[in-house]
């Protein structure tokens, strides 16, 4: 289970390859997992896309690393999953923020491989509290039927298995900042690792492919995330890295009293408000309004920095709507549908009287 250095643009502390070369560096890699791994085993790997330098078009590089692993060293691959960070910022920039010709990133690949086409794997290990939709066809009951793309749903649908399963999106924010881990390496004057993951990540797929007292592996350990998640699931693990203060500073998830041992937390199976982040679906502000026209060079020239007027006050600096959306606005608020119900019912009521 690892996560090792993306092949990006711009070089990072902990060292990264380019992505151009990132498919033979990690060859020995992969020659090594192969080697190691049980016949049952589980090889995953987490891994970030990479753009193109200059350009808004991503490179290819972790889905190449995914296909060299697979024919040149024998791996299948079990299941691709999808890390979405709701916490991740606008990048890149400049095609995101900038020049507005790119939605934001905010998407790292993961790939579930092995050796064998059945890999030791339990998804009871890993599931969800049932959503409320959910909850309610469970009581009220399902009806059996043929649905329009021709899946044939049978009665067992309606069937109450406590949780359900889950996607290949793994939703899951990035927002530490007062751990264990970031206090422990603030009192040892430690730079914190600067591209780790949350150890839920590494523990998902540690509970759902390991049993107890297997052995996981992390030779990309960076702060030993994966080596804290092995620990709360009874797992025995080995965390390599290259950079001294990094482990340092991983001993900072494992300050234990004598004698402790990490336990699980009981969590409950019924669903909180904090418990789950929501995608909203696309088209919830389209409006029917006529949009700007579309940049003729596909946004190749980078726009005008817009000046806000700062001797207006806030209130004055207000953009105008178009005579468009103020006609939308018009017919769309709950004052003037009422006002012309009203309007209507008077015009019916002096009409019968006349």
């Known amino acids: 289970m690892t996560s090792p250095p993306f092949g990006l643009v711009r070089k990072k502390d902990y060292g990264n390859v380019d992505a151009h070369e990132y498919v033979e560096w990690f060859k020995p890699f992969g020659a090594a997992f192969r080697s190691a791994l049980k016949p049952a085993g589980s090889l995953v790997i987490d891994i970030g896309g990479s753009w193109i330098p200059g350009q808004p078009t991503r490179s290819l590089y972790h889905y190449e690393l995914l296909i060299m692993l697979c024919h040149e060293f024998g791996f299948h691959l079990a299941q691709e999953f999808f890390w979405w960070n ?127 007292d297997d052995l996981v592996v992390d030779p990309f350990a960076g702060s030993c995330a994966t080596g804290e998640a092995a620990e709360k699931a009874r797992r025995r693990w080995i965390c390599c890295d290259l950079v001294p203060d990094y ?67 806030p209130e004055q600096c207000a953009v105008t709507p178009g005579s468009a959306q103020m006609a939308l606005l018009e017919e769309s608020t709950p004052y003037r549908v009422g006002r012309r119900k009203r309007a209507k019912a008077r015009r019916l009521k002096e009409g019968k009287n006349g």
């Open 86 to 212: 709701p916490a991740r910022l606008p990048t890149p920039a400049e095609w995101v923020t900038v020049r507005r010709i790119r939605v934001k990133d905010a998407i790292n690949c993961i790939w579930w491989l092995s050796p064998t086409p059945w890999p030791k794997a339990s998804n009871r290990r890993v599931l969800q509290p049932y959503s409320d939709s959910m909850r309610v066809l469970l009581a009220k009951g399902y009806k059996p039927m043929l649905r329009p793309s021709g899946h044939d749903i049978s009665d067992r649908f309606g069937t109450d298995n406590g949780a359900a399963i889950p996607p290949n999106l793994l939703a899951l924010a990035h927002t530490e900042s007062n751990s264990a881990y970031i206090r422990f390496c603030k009192e040892k004057g430690l730079t914190p690792h600067p591209a780790r993951f949350p150890s839920e990540i590494p523990e998902f797929f540690i509970r759902m492919l390991t049993d107890p």
């Open 247 to 313: 482990l340092e500073g991983a001993l900072g998830r494992f300050q234990r009293k004598a004698g402790e041992r990490y336990s699980a937390p009981v969590k409950s199976a019924k669903a909180s408000e904090d418990a789950f982040y929501r995608a909203y679906r696309p088209g919830l502000m389209w409006n029917g309004v006529e949009e700007d026209a579309l940049p003729k060079d596909g946004g190749a020239k980078r726009p005008p920095a817009l000046k806000p007027n700062v001797s207006k006050p």
